[in-house]
Every structure is written in structure tokens, then in C-alpha cells.
């Protein structure tokens, strides 16, 4: 017989209460096919004819893991987990609440991966977290798309935990997704967190960040402008370098060296502003940038030789510092504009 036909047969035996017997038509054709949905739902539903309900839960998280979109998977799963599946804790961030944002959390060793648990969001979307401490790392992301609203507390197993880091790596390759919302309990952003999310345009990274890891942003390249938070000390090396639709950025008062390769290849850069803590501004930060107006709010930082390479900025300054800058071996040579 075919998967097709074992699967009818399957369905007979369960209509006829057979359950036992079903189950082994049904793991047959998820050996044939493993990414066969049918055989996956049916098989729980045998398992629930059973009351064996955690192998029933077991079976859909296998499917779910391979298929994070299915809607069929994912209202059976809400009608199995009752106990896990809620809407967002009182106390979290209040879009959850404006957007009637549902998740559920289940347990990653069902999956039998290394994450300690997945944050199942009603529209499909997965995350992966691990536990340290009182606190929990976003460290992996299943085929995200759309729109994403990471909470900043998760009730787990009774405990809840504080979404306090997004890891390396996390949401790398995400190319689906268009906008993400982090909350304000996060501290870093990991060295290459959304690397190449090629369609993300919207991101609110909240106003606690204090560091940002390198090529964190890299190849985002739909991005269009960034405000960066005044909490932020650190920014690293390449982070928003190849961000070719990204028009305008603010760096935070406090940081003092902008990073090797920052914005590099950000073809369409029309204004940045640089804060007067700025010291210094490594090699190749404005690499290949067009022509953007750069207003700066300090006495001149360092710039090493190959800082605006390729790049034709237009410097703005105040009447109060414009005569350091027409002093400076380096600054002098670019266009100085008085604001």
C-alpha cells in the first residue's frame, strides 16, 4: 500500500476504536514521509483515543518543528496543551495586550533539542530560549515571518524568566521577517543576531540596550533608519555595514569610538548624527556612503586613513567648534558647513 492508502486504513481503525493498530499505520507513513502532516495528526488523535495525551502532544511538537506554520498543527496543539497554552502574563509589554498577541510555552526536551523551551506564538512563528539564572536568552528562531513581539517575561514550569539577551547568531538568515519588537528587559544583542533578516524594516530595539555585538545588523538590508538608545556603550565592529536602504542614524550619547566597518556599503546614508562623547571613529566606518550630511555635536574625534573612503560627507557643525574642525589635519579636507 501507498501513504495514501495506509493512512485510510489507519483512519478506519481509529473510527472503529482500534486505536493500537492505527498507530502503526500512521508511524509507518511518517517513516516513508516524515513531513507528512496527515499521518502526524492522526497519529495523535490515536494516541488521544488512548488517553495517552503527552504522546499525542510529543507527536504534534514533532510535526510543528518541522512545519512552525501549520495552522492545523497549531490548533491541535491548543486543543491537547491546555495547560501551557495562555495568553501573554499580566505585567507584560502592553502590545501583547493591544495586539492580542497568544503564546504558549512548551518544553524544548519534548523535541528533544538543547533548548530549554519555545515561546509558540499563535500566528506560527517560534522561538527557542535557554534558562540562565532568573533569566532567559532568545537564542534561535524557526522560519519567523511577519511581524514578531518578543515578550520580556515567559511563566515556565511555574517559574518565570527574564528575556534579558537576544544570542549570537539568534534570528541569522531570517529572511521572512519584517519587523520585530523587543522589550525593554534587553541588555545585548549578540554578535550577528539579524544578519542578513533581508526584509526586516521595522526594529524597535527598546531603550535598555547597552551593547550591540558585531555584524549584529549586517545585511539588513531593508532597514531605512535607526535611533539608538542613549543606555548603548557599546556598538561593534561592521554592525549595520551593507544596510544599503538605510537613510539616517543617531548614535547614543556616551558611546566613544564608532566601530571598524560600521556603516559600511550604506550607499543611501542621507544624515547621521554623531554625539560630542564620540573619541574616536575606526577604519572604514563610513566606507563607500554617498554623500551624507554627518552633523557633529563635539570637539573632533580621532579618524584613521581609510574612515570616509569612497564616501563624500558633508560635515555640519556649530559656530562654536567650526574653527577646530578647519584646524584639524584630518577634518579640514572635507566639506564643513556652519548649521
Known sequence: MDNNQLIKKGIELCQKGQFLQAIEFFQVVIENDPKKEEAYLWLADAYEGMGKIDSAKSTVYKYLALNPSSKAAIEKIKSLDLDNYATAPSGLNSQFKKNKINY??????????????????????????????????????????????????????????????IGDDAFKNCGDIKEIYLP????????????NCGSLRVLDIGSNIQSIGDKAFESCRSLKSIVLSNSINHIGNECFSYCK????????????????????????LETITIPASVKRIKDEAFYSCGSPKISMLGLPPLIEQNTFLFTNPIIVLSKSILSYYQKSHYWKSFKLVEK
Do not use: H
Not at 528533544?112 to 534558562?131: P, S
Not at 525593554?184 to 544578519?195: A, L, N, P, R, V
Open 245 to 268: 536602504s538605510l537613510k539616517s542614524i543617531v548614535f547614543p550619547d556616551g558611546i566613544e569610538e564608532i566601530g571598524r566597518g560600521m556603516m559600511k556599503y550604506c550607499d543611501y
Open 184 to 195: 525593554q528587559t534587553i541588555e545585548e544583542i549578540g554578535d550577528g543576531s539579524f544578519y
Open 104 to 165: 504558549k510555552v512548551e518544553c524544548g526536551s519534548e523535541r528533544k533539542t538543547d533548548y530549554d523551551f519555545y515561546i509558540v506564538f499563535d500566528d506560527g512563528n517560534i522561538v527557542a530560549l535557554n534558562i540562565e539564572g532568573t533569566n532567559a536568552v532568545v537564542l534561535n528562531c524557526n522560519y519567523v515571518k511577519g511581524k514578531l513581539y518578543i515578550p520580556d517575561r515567559v511563566v515556565f514550569k511555574g517559574n518565570t524568566y527574564t528575556i534579558t539577551k
